[in-house]
T-cell receptor, first 113, second 112 residues
Framework: QKEVEQNSGPLSVPEGAIASLNCTYSDRVSQSFFWYRQYSGKSPELIMS????GDKEDGRFTAQLNKASQYVSLLIRDSQPSDSATYLC?????????????FGKGTKLSVKP | SQTIHQWPATLVQPVGSPLSLECTVEGTSNPNLYWYRQAAGRGLQLLFY??????ISSEVPQNLSASRPQDRQFILSSKKLLLSDSGFYLC???????????FGQGTRLTVV
């Protein structure tokens, strides 16, 4: 059974701080990794994608991938109250023409003003 | 640009009634299409995915079925709803395996 694990939280950080969200996955051959943000009652929206080891930065967001440790993380710098949401880690492995995108249960982030 | 449409936004159905949820994608050809369900307090569960017309893969055996009658249309159906079918149903697409997937607005289904 392919699994994606996340700490459910809630993770509470003060406004302006760095929020660190972590995710581990079980399938060693996973090839694509994504972070989604989901506000309450809304559908997930894509924040970051990462495909190779190392860091990828986009504005206040940095995704980090370590395939040897089967670990992916998301850092949010200068956290804002509007960042309060559930963050979903998603992992895809694919062979041939089919790909399964498997999600973790999400980490709830609360940014306090 | 590509857009994904999902309807209806909310639905209340009695136990034993049929279900049909529709999802369409605009602005792309031959997308991969996915149906997910998110039950209250739980993660996203992949139900079905499709790589082409008439090609459906099922991830979880249940009383739901999916069909892809056209390239950019994906339909989720049930002949008889159960209480346990309640949840937030999400359609998603991507251009090819391994690429970023984008979600529709979702349908919140309550079975009563």
């Amino acid at each position: 059974q392919k699994e994606v694990e996340q700490n459910s939280g809630p993770l509470s950080v003060p406004e302006g701080a760095i929020a660190s969200l972590n995710c581990t996955y079980s399938d060693r051959v996973s090839q694509s990794f994504f972070w989604y943000r989901q506000y309450s009652g809304k559908s997930p929206e894509l924040i970051m994608s990462i495909y190779s080891n190392g860091d990828k930065e986009d504005g206040r967001f940095t995704a980090q991938l370590n395939k040897a440790s089967q670990y992916v993380s998301l850092l949010i710098r200068d956290s804002q109250p509007s960042d309060s949401a559930t963050y979903l880690c998603a992992v895809m492995n694919y062979g041939g023409s089919q790909g399964n995108l498997i999600f973790g249960k999400g980490t709830k982030l609360s940014v306090k003003p | 640009s590509q857009t994904i449409h999902q309807w209806p936004a909310t639905l209340v159905q009695p136990v034993g009634s049929p279900l049909s949820l529709e999802c369409t994608v605009e602005g792309t050809s031959n997308p991969n299409l996915y149906w997910y369900r998110q039950a209250a307090g739980r993660g996203l569960q992949l139900l079905f995915y499709s790589v082409g017309i008439g090609q459906i893969s099922s991830e979880v055996p249940q009383n739901l079925s999916a069909s892809r009658p056209q390239d950019r249309q994906f339909i989720l159906s049930s002949k008889k709803l159960l209480l346990s079918d309640s949840g937030f149903y999400l359609c998603a697409w991507n251009t090819s395996p391994g690429t970023e997937a984008f979600f529709g607005q979702g349908t919140r289904l309550t079975v009563v």
